[in-house]
Nanobody, 127 residues
């Protein structure tokens, strides 16, 4: 079991930046796929970015809506997942969740494939 805790959300104006962090309760290293999701009111939870422990599975991937603006990374110790968000837009607003799932040769393709979730951190971008 791995427990996740997000931090770093807040309110910014459009064009601003935020850094989200996700602290894992144990070493995730090359054993877990990790991802950031977000959910806005009335919308389904959507994947924003993911990082895979296996380069053959696409080490980092991003939703088209955030490519070139968001960067996902993980520290060498494998305990902290970070999402750097730049040039934020009002449509980036929502609750951001960190997720993890044990890597079994591939990363989950859907929300339901991730079994470990944080409590979420709110991001609000005003125009």
């Amino acid at each position: 079991q791995v427990q996740l805790a997000e931090s770093g959300g807040g309110s910014v104006q459009a064009g601003g930046s935020l850094r989200l962090s996700c602290a894992a309760s144990r070493y995730t290293g090359n054993r877990y796929c990790m991802a950031w999701f977000r959910q806005s009111e009335g919308k389904e939870r959507e994947e924003v970015a993911r990082i895979s422990p296996d380069s053959s599975d696409g080490r980092t991937t991003y939703a088209d809506s955030v490519k070139g603006r968001f960067t996902v990374s993980k520290d060498n110790a494998g305990n902290t997942l970070t999402l750097d968000m730049n040039n934020l837009k009002p449509e980036d607003s929502g609750m951001y969740f960190c997720a993890a799932e044990e890597y079994l040769g591939y990363c989950p393709r859907e929300v339901g494939g991730f079994g470990h979730w944080g409590q979420g951190t709110q991001v609000t971008v005003s125009s």
